[in-house]
């Protein structure tokens, strides 16, 4: 993108534009490295542990497998469109998505995203990619399982990314909706990838029967839309 004439915000600075081409540019790599991850994830498998449990043993402590940057402007866009003062995300890495959102918060007048990542390593490096950004105040990254984790994140909520494990989405939500304004958006990443595992989540938000409107957007891996009308 020619950003020479855009409009000044902090997804257009050229510091953090670098940062995140640079980044996007490491995680290419990433689907070439995923059929080596088939022997831990089948072994996982057959010894009847669920996805999250195999890559909490660490068979994804180097991937990055981040949004696309669509998706990530996406992200920038629907937050400063909610006018999100109050992020949470489930499934932080190192911290691509996170950046876009802290990115609209800043631009929204402040506030605060939260993120949680299991990996120690992916949290220090998020943390650190967040930080240099300059977007150290706005975001927080929590360390450890986002059932843990998000507990305690105050109300309300504006926006929720999820795109963690695919078998948590629903219990992180659950987790998540006492704190969701009425208004707040709800996006889901990986709907086309995880159709099977994510159907009984698509099928919550789309019933119509718990509070939300939803769709699903053909954006990169899908991203299932949902807007909160309130229990
Ligand atoms: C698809 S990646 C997230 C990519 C990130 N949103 C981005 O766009 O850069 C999923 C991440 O979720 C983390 N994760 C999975 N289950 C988790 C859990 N229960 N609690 C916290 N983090 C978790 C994984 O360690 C992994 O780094």
């Not at 600075?13 to 940062?19: N, T």
């Not at 995923?34 to 909490?56: D, S």
């Not at 909610?82 to 631009?107: K, M, P, W």
């Not at 029967?209 to 009308?229: C, M, P, R, V």
């Amino acid at each position: 993108m020619d950003t020479t004439t855009a409009s000044p915000n902090s997804l257009n600075r050229a510091d953090v534009r670098d940062l995140l081409d640079r980044l996007h540019r490491r995680a290419r790599g990433d689907y070439l490295k995923l059929p080596f991850k088939v022997p831990a994830l089948a072994k996982g498998l057959l010894r009847g542990q669920t996805v999250t449990e195999i890559f909490m043993a660490g068979a994804a402590r180097d991937l990055y497998l981040p949004v696309s940057p669509e998706q990530g402007r996406f992200l920038y866009l629907m937050a400063r469109t909610v006018g999100a003062r109050s992020i949470v995300e489930f499934g932080t890495s190192f911290g691509l998505s996170t950046l876009y959102l802290a990115a609209a918060v800043t631009d929204n007048g402040g506030g605060k995203v939260i993120g949680t990542e299991l990996e120690p390593g992916k949290h220090a490096v998020a943390t650190d990619n967040l930080r240099v950004a300059g977007f150290g105040e706005v975001a927080e990254v929590r360390l450890g399982d986002a059932l843990q984790t998000l507990r305690d994140v105050p109300g309300p909520v504006d926006m929720v990314l999820l795109d963690g494990w695919k078998d948590l989405y629903m219990p992180v939500l659950e987790l998540l909706k006492p704190k969701l304004r009425k208004g707040s958006v709800v996006l889901a990443d990986n709907i086309f990838t995880f159709k099977k595992a994510l159907r009984p989540f698509v099928e919550y938000m789309q019933s119509g029967k718990n509070g939300f409107q939803s769709t699903t957007l053909s954006i990169a891996d899908g991203f299932e839309y949902s807007y909160y009308e309130g229990a």
